[in-house]
């Protein structure tokens, strides 16, 4: 698999997955990056095991792993035999040291660093939701404010923290209903 393929931030955001509280990138995903076979990936991997400890790395579980499949609608997972790896952003970071190419190289200093926006990103939001509490409670304490306006104020942390948080959209469950259930 000698295809290049071109890796940029939006094509690292779309293969990271949160499983078991981590945000990875499954193996497959990462040889396409590096321009290498699933399997010569996972040979590498294998032949260093001292440099992916269990939480730099770890094999998806069968039922992850029906779960990861059932959210492709396509079917490029068909031929897959075993269950995927998964590389935390240390596995990633570990990766450049077995797979020792130009390319390998370049696309690891771009996952990284998608990797360090996404933590960025989440610190700020956190930064903010300590920020708006602090300000909640210093409101609240205030009496002579809270009082006059408690409703509006609860409306605007209320309105800031739906837009810092916001709540899941429900899915529209797609499929064929039974004539059973129509009845």
């Known amino acids: 698999m000698s295809k290049k393929t071109k ?15 981590q945000k990875v990138i499954l ?20 032949r260093n ?32 035999r075993r269950r995927p790896y998964a590389f935390t952003d240390y596995g990633v970071l570990m990766l450049s040291g077995v ?8 696309v690891n200093l771009k996952i990284i660093r998608v990797y360090a926006k996404l933590r960025e990103m989440l610190l700020k939001n956190k930064d903010i939701v300590l920020k708006l509490e602090q300000l909640e409670k210093k409101i609240n304490s205030q009496d002579h404010i809270a ?16 837009l810092i948080d916001p709540p899941p959209i429900p899915r529209k469950r797609i499929g064929f209903k039974s004539a059973v259930a129509i009845l």
């Open 147 to 162: 009082g006059k306006h408690e409703n509006e104020i609860q409306i605007i942390f209320r309105t800031l923290k739906q």
């Open 7 to 21: 890796v940029n931030e939006a094509l690292v955001l779309s293969k990271i997955h949160l499983l078991r509280g």
């Open 49 to 80: 095991p001292g440099r992916f400890p269990k939480d730099f790395m770890f094999q998806l579980t069968t039922k992850e792993f029906e779960i990861l499949k059932s959210q492709f609608a396509t079917s490029s997972w068909g031929g897959r």
């Open 99 to 106: 797979l020792n190419s130009e390319t390998a190289i370049q």
């Open 27 to 46: 193996d497959e995903d990462l040889a396409i990056m590096y321009g290498v076979e699933t399997k010569r990936l996972n040979e590498q991997v294998k």
